[in-house]
């Protein structure tokens, strides 16, 4: 759930320009989203020796205040940016470094948590959280998440902001820049270069410079017709940690991660593949465009944070748009039980698990194996008031042949066709007739469906 939030504050933001805009949509979201008592957002000055306020909501709404700007390494705004380490804390009256304990007191502020915003080994600010409430250990975790696009977001805007007021003529095409960032790596580029939003540019040049950092040596720019496409081939520096070492590796791969949630914000993937003894690396980052993340509206709330992560990237991916307001007019996918009172039946669309039954009235429902072309043609059908992914069958274990329930028995045990074949005595031709079969009747798409299908009505 707290993923999810973070996710929708996210959103809150993308397309803003403007650094003060962008950090009041933060902290507006942690406000009103986690019910904390406030929270700030500080920058670090161009001289680096102040952070200056710029966001502040809930209590204390004002930037002009005493803690308008704070030294560098003054008070623990300023240390937690000078020294780079997140803080929490539940017991804030009894700090030292608190200025004034009995306000702290006298607004029962128990609990204060500190990030530092950066964007690489640069801090660029800080965010800080205080709340009426114990912080949980975790939330750290999910501060990090947060501050870790908050932090290239507001980078981005406020070198936008800066090129603006120096450098007024026409800025340079997307591939121009990252050829001037990959240096001597040989770039080249595919199609018609279009327009993007501000935080896929800044993504997409934020990857590059990781990728000139790894020593890339090849760099590919693709426009499809849906999606953007960035692929490079890495080699390790002669004085580099090899690629095949565990440590070269995970070098390689950490460098590469640290973006892996902002690229999921905009519903990208990112691949990096390698080859039989590890000593190149590919990697692969495709972002679908914008105008694609502006399709029918559905809400998802899913009890584990990892399945409410899968099936809002599968959303992105579908073209969907996701909305985390509770409008009940708007499809929702879940697996929770507990939302099926407030929730209109014709309005779900089920995450199948074993073990618990579909809603009465579902009129879809969704397995973990589903793609996003499934997942928007279900959201679609939901809309138009139309069953999805359901079977209307008999729930009669009769409704396969002995040989039938065998062979799947035999497929969920692990077995391949040519060893059903040997073991039922039968070609592996005749396997394969009765596998098509089965999925026919079951109404599933891939064995593992029916395998599913099945275990759920007990029938293996």
């Known amino acids: 759930m707290d993923l999810q939030r973070v996710s929708e504050i996210v959103q809150s933001f993308s397309g803003c320009l403007e650094p003060e805009a962008i950090a009041k949509c933060a902290t507006d979201g942690l406000v009103n989203t986690f019910g904390y008592a406030f929270a700030r957002v500080w920058l670090v000055e161009s001289d680096r020796t102040y952070l200056r306020l710029v966001a502040s909501s809930g209590m204390y709404t004002r930037t002009d205040g005493s803690f308008a700007r704070v030294p560098m390494g003054a008070f623990k705004v300023g240390k937690i940016a000078q020294n780079r380490i997140p803080f929490l804390s539940n017991h804030l009256a009894e700090e030292v470094w608190v200025k004034d304990r009995q306000w702290a007191i006298a607004h029962q502020i128990t609990g204060f948590a500190g990030y530092p915003l950066m964007v690489g080994n640069r801090v660029i600010g800080v965010l800080a959280v205080f709340s009426h409430q114990p912080l949980s250990s975790e939330f750290l975790e999910v501060l990090q998440g947060l501050c870790t696009t908050l932090a290239i977001v507001l980078d981005h805007a406020t070198q936008h902001q800066q090129n603006r007021q120096t450098q007024p003529e026409a800025t340079p095409f997307l591939s121009e820049q990252l050829a001037a960032l990959l240096g001597q790596a040989r770039f080249s580029l595919v199609g018609t270069e279009r327009s993007l939003t501000d935080s896929l540019i800044y993504l997409l040049i934020r990857t590059a410079e990781v990728l000139r950092d790894l020593n890339c040596t090849y760099c590919r720019l693709s426009y499809g017709e849906t999606q953007i496409v960035l692929e490079a081939m890495v080699f390790p520096e002669a004085d580099a940690v090899p690629l095949e070492t565990a440590e070269g590796a995970s070098r390689?791969?950490?460098?590469?991660?640290?973006?892996?949630?902002?690229?999921?914000?905009?519903?990208?993937?990112?691949?990096?593949?390698?080859?039989?003894?590890?000593?190149?690396?590919?990697?692969?980052?495709?972002?679908?465009?914008?105008?694609?993340?502006?399709?029918?509206?559905?809400?998802?709330?899913?009890?584990?944070?990892?399945?409410?992560?899968?099936?809002?990237?599968?959303?992105?991916?579908?073209?969907?748009?996701?909305?985390?307001?509770?409008?009940?007019?708007?499809?929702?996918?879940?697996?929770?039980?507990?939302?099926?009172?407030?929730?209109?039946?014709?309005?779900?669309?089920?995450?199948?698990?074993?073990?618990?039954?579909?809603?009465?009235?579902?009129?879809?429902?969704?397995?973990?194996?589903?793609?996003?072309?499934?997942?928007?043609?279900?959201?679609?059908?939901?809309?138009?008031?139309?069953?999805?992914?359901?079977?209307?069958?008999?729930?009669?274990?009769?409704?396969?042949?002995?040989?039938?329930?065998?062979?799947?028995?035999?497929?969920?045990?692990?077995?391949?066709?040519?060893?059903?074949?040997?073991?039922?005595?039968?070609?592996?031709?005749?396997?394969?007739?009765?596998?098509?079969?089965?999925?026919?009747?079951?109404?599933?798409?891939?064995?593992?469906?029916?395998?599913?299908?099945?275990?759920?009505?007990?029938?293996?």
């Open 252 to 460: 390689a791969a950490d460098a590469l991660g640290d973006l892996r949630f902002a690229i999921s914000c905009l519903g990208g993937i990112l691949q990096i593949l390698s080859d039989t003894h590890s000593t190149v690396l590919q990697v692969v980052l495709e972002v679908p465009y914008p105008s694609c993340l502006l399709g029918l509206p559905i809400r998802i709330q899913c009890r584990s944070p990892v399945l409410q992560m899968a099936f809002t990237h599968l959303a992105y991916l579908a073209g969907l748009r996701v909305c985390g307001t509770a409008d009940l007019t708007v499809p929702l996918i879940t697996d929770d039980v507990a939302l099926l009172s407030d929730y209109p039946a014709n309005r779900l669309l089920w995450i199948a698990d074993p073990n618990q039954a579909r809603p009465q009235g579902a009129i879809a429902q969704l397995d973990l194996f589903i793609t996003p072309v499934q997942l928007q043609e279900a959201v679609e059908a939901v809309h138009q008031g139309k069953i999805w992914g359901i079977a209307d069958l008999p729930l009669e274990p009769q409704t396969l042949s002995d040989r039938e329930q065998e062979i799947l028995a035999l497929l969920a045990q692990g077995l391949r066709d040519r060893n059903i074949a040997a073991q039922l005595y039968i070609s592996e031709r005749t396997v394969k007739f009765h596998i098509n079969n089965l999925l026919t009747k079951l109404q599933a798409r891939t064995r593992c469906q029916a395998i599913y299908e099945v275990s759920s009505r007990g029938w293996i």
